[in-house]
């Protein structure tokens, strides 16, 4: 019995060590991290001398409740700002101990006024990120009196929270358990760190590797840039040690990064599309600026290319991408059929269509942000060379006129409600075989309707509207894009030679072609006038967000929309973007491959001679006529991509209505039959997904 005793010491002496040293090091570590955040250190002196005798400013307003913009926190930016003048080796002020003071005063004013938001996330996350570095870094200069404060602002538990919020609240349990010395509360922190890292089918990465928070709403630049940069910050923090992340951790994570965020980021920005409200904030889509929450992208994808190692030239391409110098380590195009959005990427051109259905959420307004977003997701695009097209550019939107939507010209959009605004159509999808991929989008809403797709080539992307209908009160227009003048503007006419659009002019045209930022617009079918401009826009930033009237933004502006019309009966339209080609090499650049086959209510078909694909839209069951020798039949509505790979035929589908257990298809050539069975369609967490049919030759 003594024997068994002195053994469990043993166990429990060994397991207390290991669990010390292990403590130690993410101590160490943490402190190191903080050490190596950014401030200005002329702007310190000013901060220095404003501070009042009881550790105040006169210019922050601590009775402020705002939502967003919480005036209070400037108050603990400049602590830390203090504490790392103070704790970091060759700094002026390195261990001054009048700064000290005032760090120390800082602290002790803030739990005296004790700030409260109208908003719970700068009450329970967002203070906390802040108050986690000034505590690691003062250390054991500051009182245990202010230390046990800052230790009870940080919660034991994660209640009910999900997604990148439980995220958030996990590592807070962390900093609490470091601070305290407590083990338990630092294993449950970790514990509960690792829990998000799973694939799930409500908020948090979704079988597709996109990433939805707030319900069923395509968030992977919003909070998912936060749920993967600070996931891959913890792995990186917490390798080696003994609660760190498992593999199948590390794996999944791999992966959410490889096969999905990383496609929706263009050097160093994400596409607008993907943040959700948070448009409405500056500077809000640079992914190499951190912020108190979490690092840059390209810093942490290199930290993380040191846990999981197998995969670390892809971590380390991706770091370079963003830094500008790898445009080709992402190549070819992704559905994700669960957000129901398309990327296509080339060297030189980054395209997404962003939808919605009656399975996923619009675009969401909250917090008094995106309060003018009513036609985002209804088929918007983004075209991206630089990454950089639409920096800013938001207040200064028409946003009427949001790229590659047809919608109502109104003023000021509807604002429906705050939060979780779901679509209403079924009929949304996309077919991808990896390398080129369909888009389409039946949209209803605003009292308008219209069947809208996007065929994507190597060199081209396609864009169709069929049976434009409306019954709203004010004139239709499609808009080709809507984005930051980035060179001269070049025009062709019909039947006249190309001229540079002169400075702050708007021009309506019949259009062969529009050249601005090394993309190309081609009108193939003169089915009326374009509108041109390029003009100075100035926007204020709290028309859109909550920012104080008068925070203003100056822009260049490049826009070019078709108009439909008051309450049109049907009309159609067709144009072709030509993406990341210099004007020089777009003047030549010749159109003749690409046959817009059909463009009607119940079939979009394109056809590129050079490449032999073709990009097919079925709104039902119905047999086509390819070509004078190949013929098709489905029997229900689907998309497709039908090319010849190797010498051999190949059609991959997808249904977009994710109702399907099956198609049947009869495709014939020559009076041949290549095929005539039933294609099973992905059930379960895979419903949308396309399926590749490899055919006889």
Known sequence: MKKTHLLILIILSCYGLCYGNDIQILKERLTKEFLQKEFDSEKLVQTVAAQQPNGSWNDIDYNNKSTVQ???????????????????????????????????????????????????????????????????????????????????????????????????????????????????????????????????????????????????????????????????????????????YSKDNTDLLGKFVREGSLWMIRRNYWDYQVVGRNLARKSNGEVRVGNQQSASLNTVLRQFAMVDTTNRQSYLNLANHIEGTNDTVLYGNKYFYWSDFMVHRRPNYYFSVRMNSARTFRTEQGNNENVKGDYLSDGSTAILIDGDEYADIFPCWNWSHIPGVTSPERATPKRRKDWGIPGVGEFTGGVSDGKYGVAAYRQNWDSTQVNKAWILFDNEVVCLASNIKSEASDVVSTTLNQTLLKTDVWLKEAHKKAYMLTDNESKTVKADWIWQGNTG????????????????????????????????????????????????????????????????????????????????????????????????????????????????TADNACLMLFRTVNGKKQLTLADPTQKLTNIHLTISMAGRCLFNQDVKLPQGDYKGKSVTIKLLK
């Open 521 to 632: 617009y081609i009108i193939p079918q003169h089915t009326g006038e374009i509108s041109v401009s390029a003009q100075k826009i100035v926007g204020d930033w709290s028309s859109i967000g909550a920012y104080p009237k008068g925070t203003l933004e100056t822009k260049n502006v490049f826009a070019i929309s078709k108009t439909h019309g008051l309450k049109p009966k049907g009309a159609s339209f067709a144009y072709i973007v030509v993406p990341g080609i210099d004007k020089s090499h777009f003047e030549k650049y010749k159109a003749n491959d690409i046959k817009i086959l059909a463009n009607n209510d119940s079939l979009q078909l394109v056809y590129h001679n050079k490449t032999d694909i073709y990009g097919l839209v079925l709104y039902k069951g119905q047999s086509v006529k390819l070509s004078d020798k190949l013929c098709l």
């Open 70 to 244: 919480w005036n209070p926190t400037n108050h603990l930016n400049r602590l830390l700002d203090m504490c790392l003048a103070y704790s970091v080796l060759g700094q002026d002020l390195y261990m001054s101990q009048l700064l000290l003071t005032g760090i120390l005063n800082g602290v002790e004013y803030w739990y005296k006024v004790n700030p409260k938001s109208n908003n719970w996330w700068h009450n329970e996350i967002g203070k906390q990120n802040i108050l986690a570095p000034i505590a690691f870094l003062v250390g054991e200069k500051l009182p245990e009196s202010l230390l046990q404060q800052i230790i009870v602002d940080f919660p034991k538990g994660t209640k009910d929270f999900t997604g990148q919020n439980k995220l958030w609240i996990s590592e807070e349990m962390v900093w609490r358990g470091c601070l305290s010395g407590d083990l338990e509360t630092i294993k449950a922190g970790t514990d509960s760190l690792k829990s998000v890292v799973k694939m799930v089918t409500t908020e948090g990465i979704m079988p597709d590797y996109s990433f939805r928070q707030h319900g069923p709403q395509l968030y992977s630049g919003g909070y998912g840039a936060s749920f993967l940069t600070s996931n891959m910050q913890w792995a990186y923090r917490l390798r080696g040690l003994s609660f760190g």
